[in-house]
C-alpha cells in the first residue's frame, strides 16, 4: 500500500471512486462530463495524489497549496488506512493544511478531528457545489 501522484490514466478509476462517493448522497454540483474534465485537469496540474491498495487506486486526495478540496475512498475500501496516509502525506508536505466539511458528514469531520483538524468557522454553504452548511477545519504543524 502506497502514496502516489494520479496520472491521467488513473482517471476512469478515480472517478468511480469519487462516484461512488457523491451519487446518491445528497444534492450533487455538477454533472458527470464536468467531473470528468474538473478531475482530469487537476491530475495534470499534478494536484492528485492516490493510495494504493492490491495493486489499484483505492482513495485520492485532491490538494492545492493548503487547501485539501477533496478525499474519496472506494467504498469497499474505507477504514483500511488509504484516507490517513493521504492526510499524513499532506501534512508531511505542508505546515498548514484547511478544508471544508460538509456540517452533516460528521463522519468525515470526525476522521479530521482524528489526525489533528480543528474546527473553526461555520457556513451556510454559499461557496460549495452542493449548497449545504459546512465547516472550515484547519490543521498545523506543531511547534518544536
Same mark, same amino acid.
Given at each position: 500500500m502506497s502514496v502516489a501522484r494520479?496520472?491521467?490514466w488513473? %482517471? *476512469?478509476?478515480? %472517478?468511480?471512486?469519487?462516484?461512488?462517493?457523491t451519487r446518491g448522497?445528497? *444534492?450533487v454540483g455538477r454533472r458527470r462530463? =464536468?467531473?470528468v474534465r474538473a478531475l482530469g485537469q487537476l491530475i495534470l496540474r499534478g494536484k492528485v495524489q492516490l493510495w494504493r491498495g492490491e495493486g489499484r487506486a483505492r482513495a485520492f486526495l485532491v490538494r492545492d497549496g493548503r487547501r485539501i478540496h477533496a478525499l474519496y475512498t472506494s467504498p469497499d475500501w474505507r477504514g483500511r488506512?488509504?484516507?490517513?496516509? %493521504?492526510?499524513? &502525506?499532506?501534512? &508531511? =508536505?505542508s505546515g498548514r493544511l484547511e478544508l471544508y466539511a460538509a =456540517? &452533516?458528514?460528521a463522519a468525515a469531520r470526525q476522521f479530521y478531528l482524528r489526525h489533528g483538524f480543528r474546527e473553526v468557522s461555520?457556513?451556510?454553504g454559499a461557496g460549495n457545489d452542493e449548497g449545504v *452548511?459546512?465547516?472550515?477545519?484547519?490543521? =498545523?504543524r506543531p511547534m518544536e
Open positions: 494520479a496520472h491521467l488513473h %482517471l *476512469p478509476r478515480l %472517478l468511480k471512486i469519487l462516484w461512488a462517493g448522497q445528497g *444534492p462530463d =464536468e467531473d488506512g488509504g484516507g490517513a496516509a %493521504l492526510v499524513r &502525506q499532506a501534512q &508531511q =508536505e =456540517e &452533516q458528514n461555520r457556513g451556510h *452548511p459546512d465547516i472550515l477545519m484547519t490543521w =498545523e
